[in-house]
């Protein structure tokens, strides 16, 4: 497909510079933003040519939108705090720019996480952090929020706060400092980063974000202080202002939080009731480069019925809610029509699981299949995958075929509650080989509760098993990737009491399996184990892992997700300097009577549910998939989607 590329928008840029006309710098035609275009191409010119991909800071995608700043009553930036690449490819960043765009008082403008070069740079040249729409500082909006994905981008975070000139902690800002705010998935446990943010959105932000930008414009609008500002927003739903809370620790290990001034005891997640009346947007900007996922998403389904006990968004995205395929066809057409794209994604937690796939796939395949448009469907699961739907899949374009075995023993995968045995795996695998897969994409996990050598060792034998089967079937050309992580429990989820599996152990599971699988069409990664042990204990820590963090970031941390970047000896320097031993976050120091630093959140599915699957998990027993019958988690109590 077309894209703009950076020379086209640097010469857009400089034509506004050297035009005579002084009505044309400070307004010219289609865009209402020149003067802080001019203002800051005069300093970008100096440095950008030097830094790697400079298509990621210049603006100017087809689809971006550029409102007058005057004329909105809130100016929001979003901002994602990983490179432009990850960012421009994650749906809940486009959803939520269409959402805030779409009204005529509010304005939302991009930012994202300048790699290491462009850091260094704009530091040494005083160029603050801008948005990539008027190329405004970020400290001049109203609010600026953050997408928390992943706990690997909490120093990003921090890095993006200090580039735009707002203090790293929320106790340090002052009344015309943006509010803060934040969401995602990690907004579900918010204390590691409580300390930094002003305001969490608790669930799907389709369902707040407009009652958050009321809440505040109607705040800033009775004059009051900061602190008045946040305790307006704390009486939104779904809205968790952690200065409004104060932590009580014993004996060392969390307590409780005490809530002040009027604050609710428990935040509520927010869902949306109904995918098909959510807005979803048809023409999200292009990118100028390439970016990770360079296609249209649909998303066709939310949730997860399948109940596995280590997968926080199984847990936290219930209760299932379904597009319709007549939506889903017609946002296909109006995305490709507007993006230009060649591929398309149905995305959900488990594609295949969407209850009438076939349909859904036959109409596309008929719609798309003669302009040469491929359609993908991730997540797939091996008990619901049908060589029917591969050889539609097939017939535009073939690709690796993903899927997440995790464990390789059917006791080890009751134990996680993975709802298939082997004969029913090699059955499935037969029908994608005969469809003309020639690569295979497999994924484990380390570690798991109740893991065994034997379990180990009999993914090695899974491996090589499907290597043979592979090769009979489609000859020397089939290949396999497998990918190694280790196990990481999570909050709010049946495992989130587990202890993590040492580092040194982790390496000798790895070594076990690579040690086994000799052959060079099988390749192998894994996750450095240092890095998951880290990311434990920023997945389930309280409020005083926010020192460590900060520490981190101070000592030079950044883009932790990255081994080309991530730096263990920042994050140990921090943890020793907070008094901790590394080695200790695979001990967990509570026990499930004990409270948790993020009990306050509530995402509808109770802790006796989770404890109930934690002591199935020894059996080991599988539980059904909840579609079958209702296991009482508690979410459809909590949530009332009659309408």
Same mark, same amino acid.
């Given at each position: 497909?077309?894209?703009?590329?950076?020379?086209?928008?640097?010469?857009?840029?400089?034509?506004?510079?050297?035009?005579?006309?002084?009505?044309?710098?400070?307004?010219?035609?289609?865009?209402?933003?020149?003067?802080?275009?001019?203002?800051?191409?005069?300093?970008?010119?100096?440095?950008?040519?030097?830094?790697?991909?400079?298509?990621?800071?210049?603006?100017?995608?087809?689809?971006?939108?550029?409102?007058?700043?005057?004329?909105?009553?809130?100016?929001?930036?979003?901002?994602?705090?990983?490179?432009?690449?990850?960012?421009?490819?994650?749906?809940?960043?486009?959803?939520?720019?269409?959402?805030?765009?779409?009204?005529?008082?509010?304005?939302?403008?991009?930012?994202?996480?300048?790699? #290491?070069?462009?850091?260094?740079?704009?530091?040494?040249?005083?160029?603050?952090?801008?948005?990539?729409?008027?190329?405004?500082?970020?400290?001049?909006?109203?609010?600026?929020?953050? !997408?928390?994905?992943?706990?690997?981008?909490?120093?990003?975070?921090?890095?993006?706060?200090?580039?735009?000139?707002?203090?790293?902690?929320?106790?340090?800002?002052?009344?015309?400092?943006?509010?803060?705010?934040?969401?995602?998935?990690?907004?579900?446990?918010?204390?590691?980063?409580?300390?930094?943010?002003?305001?969490?959105?608790?669930?799907?932000?389709?369902?707040?974000?407009?009652?958050?930008?009321?809440?505040?414009?109607?705040?800033?609008? !009775?004059?009051?202080?900061?602190?008045?500002?946040?305790?307006?927003?704390?009486?939104?739903?779904?809205?968790?202002?952690?200065?409004?809370?104060?932590?009580?620790?014993?004996?060392?290990?969390?307590?409780?939080?005490?809530?002040?001034?009027?604050?609710?005891?428990?935040?509520?997640?927010?869902?949306?009731?109904?995918?098909?009346?959510?807005?979803?947007?048809?023409?999200?900007?292009?990118?100028?480069?390439?970016?990770?996922?360079?296609?249209?998403?649909?998303?066709?389904?939310?949730?997860?019925?399948?109940?596995?006990?280590?997968?926080?968004?199984?847990?936290?995205?219930?209760?299932?809610?379904?597009?319709?395929?007549?939506?889903?066809?017609?946002?296909?057409?109006?995305?490709?029509?507007?993006?230009?794209?060649?591929?398309?994604?149905?995305?959900?937690?488990?594609?295949?699981?969407?209850?009438?796939?076939?349909?859904?796939?036959?109409?596309?395949?008929?719609?798309?299949?003669?302009?040469?448009?491929?359609?993908?469907?991730?997540?797939?699961?091996?008990?619901?995958?049908?060589?029917?739907?591969?050889?539609?899949?097939?017939?535009?374009?073939?690709?690796?075929?993903?899927?997440?075995?995790?464990?390789?023993?059917?006791?080890?995968?009751?134990?996680?509650?993975?709802?298939?045995?082997?004969?029913?795996?090699?059955? !499935?695998?037969?029908?994608?080989?005969?469809?003309?897969?020639?690569?295979?994409?497999?994924?484990?996990?380390?570690?798991?509760?109740?893991?065994?050598?034997?379990?180990?060792?009999?993914?090695?034998?899974?491996?090589?098993?499907?290597?043979?089967?592979?090769?009979?079937?489609?000859?020397?050309?089939?290949?396999?990737?497998?990918?190694?992580?280790?196990?990481?429990?999570?909050?709010?989820?049946?495992?989130?009491?587990?202890?993590?599996?040492?580092?040194?152990?982790?390496?000798?599971?790895?070594?076990?399996?690579?040690?086994?699988?000799?052959?060079?069409?099988?390749?192998?990664?894994?996750?450095?184990?240092?890095?998951?042990?880290?990311?434990?204990?920023?997945?389930?820590?309280?409020?005083?892992?926010?020192?460590?963090?900060?520490?981190?970031?101070?000592?030079?941390?950044?883009?932790?997700?990255? !081994?080309?970047?991530?730096?263990?000896?920042?994050?140990?320097?921090?943890?020793?300097?907070?008094?901790?031993?590394?080695?200790?976050?695979?001990?967990?120091?509570?026990? #499930?009577?004990?409270?948790?630093?993020?009990?306050?959140?509530?995402?509808?599915?109770?802790?006796?549910?989770?404890?109930?699957?934690?002591?199935?998990?020894?059996?080991?027993?599988?539980?059904?998939?909840?579609?079958?019958?209702?296991?009482?988690?508690?979410?459809?109590?909590?949530?009332?989607?009659?309408?």
């Amino acid at each position: 497909m077309s894209r703009y590329r950076y020379p086209a928008a640097l010469h857009e840029l400089r034509r506004f510079k050297s035009a005579d006309n002084d009505d044309l710098h400070r307004n010219p035609p289609g865009n209402p933003n020149a003067f802080f275009y001019l203002l800051m191409l005069e300093q970008l010119e100096q440095f950008l040519p030097l830094v790697v991909k400079p298509g990621r800071y210049v603006g100017g995608e087809l689809h971006g939108i550029r409102k007058e700043w005057n004329a909105a009553r809130v100016r929001v930036a979003l901002a994602f705090p990983e490179i432009y690449e990850i960012g421009m490819s994650h749906l809940g960043l486009k959803i939520l720019y269409h959402i805030i765009n779409s009204r005529p008082q509010y304005l939302a403008e991009r930012a994202f996480c300048p790699w #290491p070069d462009m850091e260094r740079q704009m530091r040494r040249h005083n160029v603050p952090l801008y948005s990539l729409e008027s190329f405004r500082p970020l400290n001049e909006f109203d609010l600026l929020g953050f !997408s928390l994905q992943y706990e690997m981008t909490f120093t990003n975070v921090l890095t993006m706060l200090d580039l735009a000139a707002i203090p790293l902690l929320s106790s340090d800002r002052r009344r015309e400092d943006p509010i803060v705010i934040a969401g995602g998935p990690c907004a579900l446990n918010p204390e590691p980063t409580a300390d930094f943010i002003d305001a969490f959105l608790i669930g799907e932000a389709e369902e707040g974000i407009l009652h958050l930008l009321k809440a505040y414009e109607e705040a800033r609008g !009775s004059d009051g202080s900061r602190r008045d500002v946040l305790r307006r927003l704390s009486a939104v739903d779904g809205i968790y202002v952690p200065s409004l809370y104060e932590p009580e620790y014993r004996n060392g290990k969390f307590f409780t939080l005490h809530c002040r001034e009027g604050a609710p005891e428990y935040i509520d997640r927010l869902w949306v009731k109904n995918l098909d009346e959510a807005p979803f947007p048809t023409a999200s900007p292009v990118p100028l480069i390439e970016a990770v996922h360079d296609r249209y998403v649909v998303e066709i389904m939310r949730g997860c019925t399948r109940g596995c006990r280590f997968c926080h968004a199984g847990m936290t995205c219930r209760p299932v809610r379904e597009r319709s395929v007549d939506t889903i066809c017609a946002l296909v057409e109006q995305g490709l029509a507007n993006g230009g794209y060649d591929a398309v994604t149905l995305a959900s937690l488990s594609s295949t699981d969407y209850s009438k796939i076939g349909e859904l796939v036959n109409r596309l395949t008929h719609l798309l299949s003669g302009r040469r448009i491929s359609i993908s469907l991730p997540s797939l699961r091996l008990d619901s995958f049908s060589i029917e739907i591969a050889e539609k899949i097939q017939e535009v374009r073939k690709s690796g075929f993903t899927f997440a075995p995790e464990a390789a023993t059917d006791r080890l995968r009751r134990a996680i509650n993975k709802h298939y045995r082997e004969d029913e795996m090699f059955r !499935s695998l037969d029908s994608a080989l005969l469809a003309g897969w020639d690569l295979f994409k497999l994924y484990f996990m380390l570690g798991l509760p109740t893991e065994t050598d034997e379990d180990v060792e009999a993914i090695a034998a899974l491996v090589l098993n499907i290597r043979n089967m592979g090769r009979k079937i489609r000859g020397k050309r089939f290949r396999t990737n497998v990918s190694l992580s280790a196990f990481i429990p999570k909050p709010h989820t049946p495992f989130q009491w587990e202890n993590m599996v040492p580092e040194d152990l982790l390496r000798r599971k790895y070594s076990t399996i690579t040690g086994r699988v000799p052959y060079r069409d099988v390749k192998i990664s894994w996750r450095e184990p240092s890095l998951c042990l880290l990311e434990a204990l920023l997945s389930r820590g309280d409020r005083r892992a926010a020192a460590v963090v900060l520490g981190a970031w101070k000592a030079g941390a950044r883009f932790d997700a990255w !081994s080309s970047e991530s730096s263990m000896k920042a994050w140990r320097q921090s943890i020793s300097q907070a008094g901790l031993d590394f080695s200790s976050v695979i001990t967990f120091p509570y026990g #499930p009577a004990d409270p948790l630093p993020w009990d306050h959140i509530r995402t509808g599915v109770t802790k006796e549910y989770l404890l109930e699957e934690r002591a199935r998990s020894r059996s080991p027993e599988f539980t059904a998939d909840c579609r079958e019958r209702c296991l009482g988690c508690g979410v459809c109590a909590h949530v009332d989607l009659s309408s």
